[in-house]
């Protein structure tokens, strides 16, 4: 296939009237359309306003789907424990499947091409089954918990180790490589430090597996991991193996100095998610210091219930803005910088190799925005509209490997209609939802 537009190759390099040329899983070349054209004449040809590399979102929670709207406005821990996690415990497998089926079919129709997702405590695999049907590349596994978390969600620290190994021998590699595993513990307050040291043994003993949670989003909670450990909470997780160039943590919004330099130390990503942050008034994630340490800082949409999208184009926007208001500075966090948070960052987060950029050789994760908008015109600098103007929903194509998974409305294979009206069905029925007689 030829796909021809404004080539954003990554965040430095633009061809402005170029193309893009897949063949199998991977791109065979990207340069001039004109060339292109010449060179490759068999080629479906496609054109787009602008041809993007596929997003990627550095942390989402897909199973929440069924939420989205059933907690704003309130306080974290109230959000958190009596409204979420009851909605998660309700969910049985069938619901898990159809609650991820429906955030990836969101990302995929919004042109996030890969995803780092934390699922829930029960029924993983039918999440993960989801993400390897709906065709969305993701790194994802079954949350731990198991201490003070509600009474269903809550597990015996060897039982949840046990069932999140057998997840990695199922799944880990599986669907050509497109979902690898993470362990994922929730975070340091529901895990004891047996649970998290056997998250770091997983880990180390399955190539490739990575470890994923969530850290230092509140006060409450660094407050919590300090009382219990008399540790701040990022040296505590290092303390315990949860650290390093494989781990990914969430958040980190309240770190200190020290903290911050075991971060950069460590090579741990972090994956900054504004929206979320502002809508449960957490605070703001020192991104600019983040970046300057040399951290890896990828971007995520987190949750629908504290979101309430996925549209990873709406989250650029906040990133960039969030941090100027927080410096109190225009320059702070630009266009791209932002840009490669959310594409090379977030697949370096991901743990995928070749990932977040239009190269020759590299994995065919691409995305068809239609520039014919009023909101598209005029385009000055088109990372500048990617990141301040466009929205999800002028992404008109999505490619993942190579292959086609949503294209004007439509997912090729997916029953996207069925999926709605199922989970329209089971959100009426769920625990924590507001509506419910
Ligand atoms: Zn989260």
Same mark, same amino acid.
């Given at each position: 296939?030829?796909?021809?537009?404004?080539?954003?190759?990554?965040?430095?390099?633009?061809?402005?009237?170029?193309?893009?040329?897949?063949?199998? /899983?991977?791109?065979?070349?990207?340069?001039?359309?004109?060339?292109?054209?010449?060179?490759?004449?068999?080629?479906?040809?496609?054109?787009?306003?602008?041809?993007?590399?596929?997003?990627?979102?550095?942390?989402?929670?897909?199973?929440?789907?069924? &939420?989205?709207?059933?907690?704003?406005?309130?306080?974290?821990?109230?959000?958190?424990?009596?409204?979420?996690?009851?909605?998660?415990?309700?969910?049985?497998?069938?619901?898990?499947?159809?609650?991820?089926?429906?955030?990836?079919?969101?990302?995929?129709?919004?042109?996030?091409?890969?995803?780092?997702?934390?699922?829930?405590?029960?029924?993983?695999?039918?999440?993960?089954?989801?993400?390897?049907?709906?065709?969305?590349?993701?790194?994802?596994?079954?949350?731990?918990?198991?201490?003070?978390?509600? $009474?269903?969600?809550?597990?015996?620290?060897?039982?949840?180790?046990?069932?999140?190994? %057998?997840?990695?021998?199922?799944?880990?590699?599986?669907?050509?490589? %497109?979902?690898?595993?993470?362990?994922?513990?929730?975070?340091?307050?529901?895990?004891?430090?047996?649970?998290?040291?056997?998250?770091?043994?997983?880990?180390?003993? #399955?190539? &490739?597996?990575?470890? #994923?949670?969530?850290?230092?989003?509140?006060?409450?909670?660094?407050?919590?991991?300090? $009382?219990?450990?008399?540790?701040?909470?990022? #040296?505590?997780?290092?303390?315990?193996?949860?650290?390093?160039?494989?781990?990914?943590?969430?958040?980190?919004?309240?770190?200190?100095?020290?903290?911050?330099?075991?971060?950069? $130390?460590?090579?741990?990503?972090?994956?900054?998610?504004?929206?979320?942050?502002?809508?449960?008034?957490?605070?703001?994630?020192?991104?600019?210091?983040? !970046?300057?340490?040399?951290?890896?800082?990828? !971007?995520?949409?987190?949750?629908?219930?504290?979101?309430?999208?996925?549209?990873?184009?709406?989250?650029?926007?906040?990133?960039?803005?969030?941090?100027?208001?927080?410096?109190?500075?225009?320059?702070?966090?630009?266009?791209?910088?932002?840009? /490669?948070?959310?594409? %090379?960052? &977030?697949?370096?987060?991901?743990?995928? /190799?070749?990932?977040?950029?239009?190269? $020759?050789?590299?994995?065919?994760?691409?995305?068809?925005?239609?520039?014919?908008?009023?909101?598209?015109?005029?385009?000055?600098?088109?990372?500048?509209?990617?990141?301040?103007?466009? #929205?999800?929903?002028?992404?008109?194509?999505?490619?993942?490997?190579?292959?086609?998974?949503?294209?004007?409305?439509?997912?090729?294979?997916?029953?996207?209609?069925?999926?709605?009206?199922?989970?329209?069905?089971?959100?009426?029925?769920?625990?924590?939802?507001?509506?419910?007689?």
């Amino acid at each position: 296939m030829l796909l021809t537009g404004t080539v954003v190759v990554d965040a430095e390099t633009v061809v402005e009237d170029g193309g893009v040329v897949v063949e199998g /899983e991977r791109i065979a070349a990207v340069g001039e359309r004109a060339d292109l054209v010449e060179t490759y004449p068999d080629h479906e040809h496609r054109a787009f306003g602008v041809v993007a590399p596929g997003l990627v979102g550095g942390h989402v929670h897909s199973v929440q789907s069924l &939420g989205r709207g059933i907690a704003d406005d309130t306080e974290l821990l109230d959000w958190l424990f009596e409204s979420v996690l009851p909605m998660e415990a309700d969910l049985d497998a069938d619901g898990m499947g159809v609650a991820a089926r429906l955030g990836y079919l969101e990302c995929l129709e919004s042109g996030t091409t890969t995803v780092i997702d934390h699922l829930s405590v029960n029924h993983a695999g039918a999440a993960i089954a989801a993400a390897g049907e709906t065709g969305i590349r993701a790194r994802l596994g079954k949350v731990l918990m198991d201490q003070r978390s509600p $009474e269903a969600l809550e597990e015996e620290t060897e039982a949840a180790l046990a069932e999140s190994e %057998r997840l990695i021998e199922r799944y880990h590699g599986s669907y050509d490589d %497109r979902i690898r595993y993470a362990v994922t513990p929730r975070f340091a307050v529901s895990c004891t430090e047996a649970c998290l040291r056997g998250a770091r043994d997983l880990a180390d003993r #399955h190539d &490739g597996v990575r470890i #994923h949670t969530h850290a230092s989003e509140n006060r409450g909670e660094i407050e919590t991991v300090e $009382e219990d450990t008399g540790m701040r909470n990022v #040296h505590w997780l290092d303390e315990v193996g949860v650290t390093g160039e494989d781990v990914v943590l969430a958040h980190c919004v309240w770190t200190d100095e020290s903290e911050r330099e075991l971060l950069a $130390e460590t090579g741990t990503h972090v994956t900054h998610c504004p929206s979320s942050n502002m809508k449960l008034a957490s605070g703001v994630a020192p991104i600019r210091d983040y !970046l300057n340490r040399g951290i890896n800082v990828a !971007l995520g949409n987190d949750g629908p219930p504290c979101n309430n999208t996925l549209d990873a184009f709406t989250e650029m926007r906040q990133a960039s803005l969030l941090g100027k208001v927080e410096d109190l500075d225009p320059t702070a966090l630009p266009a791209s910088a932002v840009f /490669e948070m959310a594409t %090379r960052n &977030g697949a370096r987060a991901a743990g995928f /190799e070749r990932v977040g950029a239009l190269r $020759e050789g590299w994995k065919a994760d691409v995305v068809g925005i239609d520039t014919d908008l009023t909101r598209a015109t005029p385009i000055h600098d088109v990372l500048s509209h990617l990141v301040y103007a466009a #929205h999800g929903d002028d992404v008109a194509f999505t490619m993942v490997d190579g292959r086609v998974r949503y294209d004007d409305g439509e997912f090729p294979g997916v029953d996207a209609d069925a999926v709605r009206e199922r989970a329209r069905e089971y959100a009426a029925t769920l625990d924590g939802a507001p509506s419910r007689a």
